[in-house]
């Protein structure tokens, strides 16, 4: 480049303004969105995507010298879809060039090619170079008087015979790698040590942790790893950065719940609310209402909502910022990049205040460097200004992220023995001691990728980069013989399986000797330490017993029965201790929202006729009319912000098909006796033991014989009477009810398409489903008869459950299954055998 500036200041080639990637590949989108609005038919799902592969493409011609001028390449190009669109793109970006006076380093050499009495008397050596590009070859050509190669990965020596190791799966594999590079370390003083990746893009930062355990650098001694990457991570991808990155995006119309959970988390900002009373309540309130996009509307109210009612707390920094932003009135104003610059400057420093109070470690103060030098870039995109259209705020971000993701993170430290490098890294380079990690079928030789821009035909015919298996075969068979031949001693190592799927080694490598390795993703020095500590544990499943104050505070109903049945444990947590999981997001309604739609669209069929009888004066146009009528009015009762979360879509074809599972209901109605409704959503209270449960009773019907049918909605798949049975029922909600007032029948009302029935028990006549005599497994399981019997064993083990509970029962001692959705595994440690 040097060369090309001092052609320029001799007038040798025309002089133009060089613009680095970041500003290449904004050229780049620009242009493909003129094009794409300009063309119909072109629509792009992801047109960054888009644009780094037309950057990749134009440098791969411009490296390889394919002259898009020539008729004759042209025509080629015109023979494919996607490389014809390429084309009208490449000349575009051209034309973009051209009015702005820029090119990229690549077309700046292209250029210099064609400026006379630029060569020297120098000469150039090149050491272990291999796939030289076209164009750098030309130009050294050009440029010097003479051209020498001193080797090549073709003239490499005697090749060492690696060992190789096979592991059952990849954590095992870099745990290994992780323990051997602490003995290489502290073994001789001198010895280099080389740890390759062949996919350094999958395991860079796996082998990152697991060196940093095995080193024990983490926590207070993360700056202590004594191991060099030749790779960092894209500087987006930096804490500090990030923070700063997600700061900024809050000034969008909706936001993420993560990245908002992230802004209360984080140290980088003027002040963490991580620990306050405010956030937790805005966390639970954002999981409570289970959307991943919040609205920036509805965030802000949800944070004043956090602050409680007394007003005591003090406001979130979030909360303030948010308002700070919105003060700024910058969302629909259009500015240049470096007007952009010092706005995102200001809301960080001054709303955020941003990099945070605390002092930075040498890693962070080397990011919030790198972040100034990002905006600083972005700023530059002035230069390229009158090619691209005024940025709004969030077009603004979104470019100021991508300048961000093309920059690397490179910690600046110590030389260590210890290099972490990619295959391309390696070539040339020697150790004491070498480790080719991921030597699997599919990494290595990597399978060809031919750039779906550029024709295959003439990808193959000048040899371009993962243009066919040949190519990729040789470079990779090369590339293995130099690393064999240029250090000592090679291990090489490769998983079985890859995310549960066999892998099979590098065709390349000689398994014949393979050592098979033990699965192990504990570091070494962790298990020795682990088998000879002495330990302590305590197992105590009693709990204190529940006193007249607490009992006064205790809130529940059946599910407190349930949860004592199902597991001691969770019902000491869950209704004692009060902790709660986060509920998991859904996308549209919810499963509770769906049930409750179908309890509440029922209770108004039932308001509405009261008996049997009246449905079946109705008419089938009319059961339809009522079954749509119901059904919009209980979308309608739902709560406006999960009508907001769900859509207006999803709310239409959910009004649809609670239409269609009313009518489905109606006629398995109809296959009963005569009754009428006697209640809907019934609120009832039983005390046990002084402790009072609240119950609500989804219906209670008369029969047309005087009996009472007690009647429970579901909606699942799977539902058993005999979950109603033992001493430890799973299901002792209806068995409950039946201590509150003399009953004759219960059953569950399985409301779902293709599948609705009654399932019960009782001693009542003219309900499908419902049984009036207990099978033999039923009377075993219950001690009972009959149904007297059934009712009294359903009291005594209702009782015995609601003492257990207030005894201080708290054994972790789950019922089959009863794990399988408890958020509260980590808290009783089954899971490790100590519960």
């Known amino acids: 480049m040097e060369r090309w500036q001092t052609a320029v200041r001799q007038q040798a080639i025309e ?31 992801k047109p960054d995507a888009a644009a780094q592969v037309a950057a990749r493409t134009r440098e791969d011609l411009l490296r390889w010298q394919v002259d898009l001028s020539d008729k004759g390449i042209r025509g080629l190009f015109s023979l494919d879809t996607d490389c014809r669109t390429f084309l009208n793109w490449w000349d575009a970006m051209r034309d973009a060039l051209a009015a702005i006076d820029c090119d990229t380093a690549s077309g700046c050499l292209t250029r210099l090619l064609a400026a006379p009495n630029v060569a020297s008397s120098e000469k150039v050596a090149l050491l272990a170079f291999d796939d030289i590009p076209p ?24 090749k060492n015979q690696p060992t190789v190791k096979v592991f059952p799966e990849r954590a095992s594999e870099l745990t290994a790698i992780a323990s051997w590079a602490v003995d290489k370390y502290r073994g001789a003083d001198n010895t280099t040590v080389g740890i390759v990746l062949a996919d350094a893009d999958q395991d860079r930062l796996p082998l990152e942790h697991a060196l940093r355990t095995a080193f024990e650098c983490l926590g207070d001694k993360y700056a202590d790893l004594p191991v060099n990457f030749s790779t960092g991570i894209t500087l987006d991808r930096a804490p500090i950065v990030s923070t700063a990155l997600t700061a900024l995006d809050m000034q969008q119309h909706r936001n993420t719940r993560a990245d908002v959970i992230k802004l209360l988390n984080s140290r980088f900002l003027r002040r963490t609310d991580a620990f306050g009373e405010p956030a937790v309540r805005l966390t639970k309130q954002l999981f409570e209402d289970g959307d991943l996009d919040i609205p920036t509307a509805r965030l802000r109210s949800r944070c004043r909502r956090a602050l409680g009612s007394d007003g005591a707390a003090k406001p979130l920094l979030l909360a303030e910022a948010l308002d700070a932003m919105r003060a700024r009135r910058l969302d629909k104003q259009r500015l240049s990049p470096s007007q952009w610059a010092e706005h995102f400057g200001a809301i960080l420093a001054e709303d955020w205040g941003w990099p945070g109070p605390g002092p930075l470690d040498s890693l962070e103060y080397q990011q919030v460097q790198q972040w100034q030098e990002a905006l600083d870039a972005f700023a530059a995109y002035d230069v390229i200004a009158p090619a691209l259209s005024a940025m709004d705020y969030a077009t603004a971000a979104a470019a100021l992220r991508r300048c961000c993701q093309q920059r690397v993170s490179q910690p600046k430290t110590a030389d260590s023995r210890i290099q972490v490098l990619g295959l391309l890294e390696s070539a040339g380079l020697q150790f004491d001691e070498l480790w080719l990690c991921g030597m699997q079928a599919d990494r290595f030789p990597q399978s060809p990728r031919p750039n779906p821009f550029i024709p295959s035909s003439l990808q193959r015919e000048r040899d371009m980069p993962r243009s066919s298996v040949d190519r990729e075969w040789s470079f990779a068979s090369r590339l293995l013989e130099q690393l064999l031949s240029d250090n000592r001693s090679v291990i090489t190592s490769y998983a079985q399986f890859s995310d549960g799927i066999p892998s099979l080694p590098s065709p390349l490598l000689d398994t014949a000797d393979a050592q098979l390795q033990v699965a192990s993703v504990v570091p070494i020095d962790w298990a020795k330490r682990q088998q000879s500590a002495v330990k302590e544990s305590l197992l105590e499943p009693q709990a204190p017993a529940v006193d007249s104050r607490e009992l006064q505070d205790i809130r529940g109903g059946s599910g407190l029965v349930e949860d004592q049945s199902a597991c001691a444990f969770r019902a000491f947590a869950l209704r004692r201790l009060n902790i709660r999981g986060l509920d998991d997001a859904d996308t549209g309604l919810s499963a509770s929202d769906r049930g409750n739609l179908v309890h509440a669209a029922l209770q108004i069929v039932w308001q509405t006729l009261g008996s049997r009888s009246q449905l079946a004066a ?8 009522l079954a749509e009528k119901c059904a919009v009015q209980a979308i309608a009762a739902l709560r406006s912000d999960r009508r907001e979360i769900a859509g207006s879509a999803c709310l239409a074809l959910e009004e649809k098909h609670l239409a269609a599972l009313l009518l489905e209901w109606f006629d398995v109605e109809l296959q009963r006796d005569d009754f009428t409704v006697l209640a809907t959503e019934e609120d009832r209270q039983l005390t046990i033991g002084g402790l009072t449960l609240n119950l609500r009773m989804d219906r209670i019907d008369e029969l047309s014989g005087g009996e009472t049918l007690l009647i429970d909605y579901k909606t699942g798949s799977t539902l058993s009477v005999m979950g109603w049975l033992g001493g430890r029922p799973r299901a002792p909600q209806l068995p409950l009810y039946t201590q509150t007032q003399a009953v004759q029948g219960i059953a569950y009302a399985k409301v779902r398409r ?34 007297p019997g059934l009712i009294a064993a359903w009291a005594d083990t209702n009782t015995a459950l609601v003492e257990d509970f207030l005894a201080g029962e708290a054994s972790v001692a789950p019922l089959k299954g009863a794990c399988d959705y408890c958020q509260l595994r980590p808290l009783c440690r089954i899971d490790t055998g100590d519960g």
């Open 754 to 787: 293709r599948s609705s029935e009654y399932r019960g028990l009782g001693e009542c006549e003219g309900v499908p489903g419902v049984s009036t005599e207990l099978t033999t497994r039923q009377s075993i399981e219950s001690g009972a008869e009959d149904w």
């Open 15 to 45: 002089p133009c303004t060089l613009i680095d990637a970041t500003r290449e590949r904004e050229l780049w989108l620009a242009v493909i969105a003129k094009s794409s609005g300009a063309d119909a038919g072109l629509s792009l799902l």
């Open 135 to 158: 164009l750098y070859q030309a130009c050294l050509t050009h440029l010097s008087q003479a051209v020498e190669v001193v080797q090549d990965l073709s003239t490499a020596g005697e």
């Open 618 to 625: 109705l008419s089938d146009a009319e059961r339809r009319a």
